[in-house]
């Protein structure tokens, strides 16, 4: 995160740390992406980070991934549903989702607590201009590395036009997704964050609206941070949910 401040316990208890190693390996897991819950057993990433060579667990209730914390807890990563239409090309990430289901017993994985709840799926647009919040662990206007903390910032929503105008991202911005920062620059999220919430408030609770996707760079004027449109999916989340 570009642009951000350390995260409050408790402010973002929807955010997982996805961490990988690889199939079958003993090494570490290293944090790769951030991902979202949306229910005790299912959490939302964007597609890009799926790599079915790897083995993944995530990591929520947690603040730093350096050190463990009481509030936080690890847990595998049963099976990873990458979006059927997901299409990478040079300039653009189409369809940048993935479901991820937790290993657990009876329908249940995580258990709620002050640090650790599901974010609501929307079911209505916000408006251009709404000031949303982003977080996760990815690179810093200091460090290509990204963050031992957990950071946020506040973006706006920005519509469709100006995304596309050819100042900004021209005709590749579909409706799959969308654009939200600052056109002058500065706070934006970035590698490492993918896959990670972008949220919004309606009347208290707190609307996953966005997924950390892609972008031309970090934190560059004119070049805002692009999100998966979570509202574009639902039907395909509940479909999935159901089906397993
Ligand atoms: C990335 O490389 C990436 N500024 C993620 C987000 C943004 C740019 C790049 C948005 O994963």
Redesign the pocket.
């Known amino acids: 995160i570009y642009g951000g401040l350390k995260a409050l316990p408790g402010a973002q208890p929807w955010q997982l740390s996805l961490q990988v190693r690889p199939q079958g390996s003993s090494q570490a897991y290293r944090h790769t992406c951030g991902a979202v819950l949306i229910s005790s057993c299912w959490a939302l990433t964007a597609g890009?980070c799926i790599n079915p060579n790897n083995q993944m667990q995530v990591m929520a209730g947690g603040l730093s991934l350096g050190k463990d914390e009481p509030t936080e807890k690890t847990i595998d990563v049963d099976q990873a549903i990458k979006h059927e239409k997901y299409m990478e090309t040079p300039e653009a990430v189409y369809n940048d989702i993935a479901l991820l289901k937790l290993k657990g017993t009876r329908g249940r994985c995580l258990n709620e607590t002050q640090f650790v709840r599901a974010a609501c799926l929307p079911d209505a647009p916000f408006p251009d201009g709404t000031e949303c919040t982003i977080s996760g662990w990815?690179a810093t206007e200091y460090s290509l590395y990204g963050s031992s903390n957990l950071l946020d910032a506040q973006v706006l929503l920005i519509n469709q036009e100006s995304c596309s105008d050819k100042e900004v991202y021209g005709n590749i911005i579909d409706n799959t997704m969308f654009c939200a920062?600052h056109l002058q620059g500065g706070v934006?999220?970035?590698?490492?964050?993918?896959g990670g919430p972008l949220t919004c408030n309606k009347e208290g609770t707190h609307v996953l609206y966005g997924l950390?996707?892609?972008?031309?760079?970090?934190?560059r004027k004119n070049?805002?941070?692009?999100y998966t449109r979570v509202s574009h999916f639902t039907d395909w989340i509940q479909s999935k949910i159901q089906a397993v």
């Open positions: 890009h990815g920062g934006d999220s970035c590698q490492g964050d993918s950390v996707s892609w972008g031309d760079q970090c934190g070049k805002p941070g692009v």
